[in-house]
């Protein structure tokens, strides 16, 4: 699949999913963190960033892990540099990001119906 990293419609989404990001996970703490508390932090991030792409496209491995580096040069430019730092960390530690995210399955749910014997 090619990307036009240029188009216009492109980089608004690459800037939605910039304030979505910042909005909701503070991200100016990150470089003095720990590593375990880091991995959280990533772990949030890609989901989010998961949840805004499966709305839009669905992309293989590949596919995504090029849509993140470019993500990543974009936020380099606007001076996002913990968003940034997130998405490199995330970036080298995918697999085992992607490996959690795959593992959690929801719960099936059984509804339980009253059997009473007819009168």
């Known amino acids: 699949m090619k990307m036009n990293s240029h188009h216009p419609t492109f980089l608004l989404f690459l800037d939605t999913m910039t304030k979505h990001i910042l909005t909701n996970i503070k991200t100016d703490v990150y470089f003095s963190l720990n590593k375990e508390k880091k991995k959280v932090i990533q772990y949030l991030t890609l989901k989010m960033i998961l949840q805004l792409i499966n ?5 293989t491995k590949d596919e995504f ?12 430019e606007n001076e996002h540099f913990e968003l940034s730092g997130i998405l490199y960390d ?3 530690d995918f697999e085992s990001l992607n490996e959690k995210l795959m593992d ?8 339980k119906i009253d059997k009473t014997p007819n009168e």
């Open 55 to 59: 709305v839009k496209v669905k992309l």
């Open 65 to 76: 892990l090029d849509l993140l580096k470019i993500f990543l040069s974009k936020n380099e």
């Open 90 to 92: 995330i970036i080298n």
């Open 104 to 111: 959690i399955k929801k719960p099936k749910r059984i509804i």
